[in-house]
């Protein structure tokens, strides 16, 4: 069994703004899972106001869920308004980022399968903000 705290493990500034506690870092389980694609990672991130998620893409299929705060979050041109006990799926290669709403820190939990060859990480983009959608529930 491996127990881990976000408060026991280093912060590291990932996408220019996002503070990150890798609970389990990026590619440790590489060898253990690696077939057609391999678990790289489980991860705690936060967002302050007035920032936003460096916009990226990776050949990786991400879940966010929001713990905390309201953000926006737009994959490719889709938009939405993200509240705490949202999931979001990224799917491969999709160009993506978040950014919390006015006045709030966002804090998710980030989890990972990829594809990437080794060394490879995030491929930073542009993408121009588009307006959230109605949310297609409450």
Known sequence: MLLT???????EIVHQTGK???LVPEGSMRDETEGASFFDF???FTLEPGTQLE???????E???VV???AVMQVEDEAHIVRPGDLITIPRNAR?????TDGNTI???CVATSFQARGERFIPCDLPRVEPAPRPFG
């Open 5 to 11: 705290r976000a408060d026991q493990v280093p912060v």
């Open 20 to 22: 990150v506690w890798w």
């Open 42 to 44: 489980i991860s705690e």
């Open 55 to 61: 916009p990226h893409y990776h050949d990786t299929y």
């Open 63 to 65: 879940f966010y869920y």
């Open 68 to 70: 905390a705060g309201e």
């Open 96 to 100: 993506h980022s978040i950014w919390p």
């Open 107 to 109: 804090r998710c939990v």
